[in-house]
């Protein structure tokens, strides 16, 4: 984006552009700090306190971080191909694509992660009943 130009102007002064890379820093960095806490909560600081009764291992946290950065990959996989626009449809280490064409396998890659360790739909449960309090709907 700091390099690119399109139609004669560069990417990094359109409007629309420079609004979409800002939402996605914040969410990042959103991200990268839930992440940090479930971390330490589950795992470095979880591990000194397993062995006590009162330990709850963070499940809606863990839930919460795995729906929103695997959400958040979708959404940052769409915006590289939306940004960098069709170049960006070429295969991984195509030398001429954007980003060498990385764009295009995170966006069939981020996909599956949105499934595997168990799927959205099945995060969003657990944060609506654990964490909420919300009755059974299933
Ligand atoms: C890339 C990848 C790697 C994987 N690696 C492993 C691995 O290493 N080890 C392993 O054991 N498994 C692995 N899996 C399997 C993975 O854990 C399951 O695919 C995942 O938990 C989803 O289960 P499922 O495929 O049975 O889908 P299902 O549970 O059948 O879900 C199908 C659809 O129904 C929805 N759904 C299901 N139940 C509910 C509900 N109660 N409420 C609302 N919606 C619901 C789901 O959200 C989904 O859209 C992997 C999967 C993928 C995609």
């Known amino acids: 984006m700091r390099d690119t130009e399109r139609d004669g102007e560069a990417l990094r002064d359109d409007p629309v552009v420079r ?21 330490h909560r589950g795992g470095e600081g979880g591990e000194r306190r397993q062995g006590r ?3 709850q291992p963070p499940t809606v946290a863990a839930s919460e971080y795995k729906l929103f950065a695997t959400e958040y990959s979708v959404r940052l996989a769409n915006a590289s ?3 960098a626009g069709p170049g960006t449809q070429m295969r991984v280490r195509t030398d ?4 060498e064409g990385r764009a295009e396998s995170t966006y069939r890659y981020t996909v599956i992660d949105t499934i595997g360790g168990g799927a959205s739909e099945i995060q969003r449960n657990i944060i609506a ?3 909420l309090g919300l009755p059974k709907n299933f």
């Open 19 to 39: 609004s979409k890379m800002a939402n996605l820093h914040t969410e990042a960095e959103g991200g990268s700090r839930h992440g940090a806490q479930v971390r």
């Open 53 to 55: 009764k009162d330990f």
């Open 81 to 83: 191909m939306d940004i």
């Open 96 to 99: 001429d694509a954007p980003m």
């Open 129 to 131: 009943r654990r964490g």
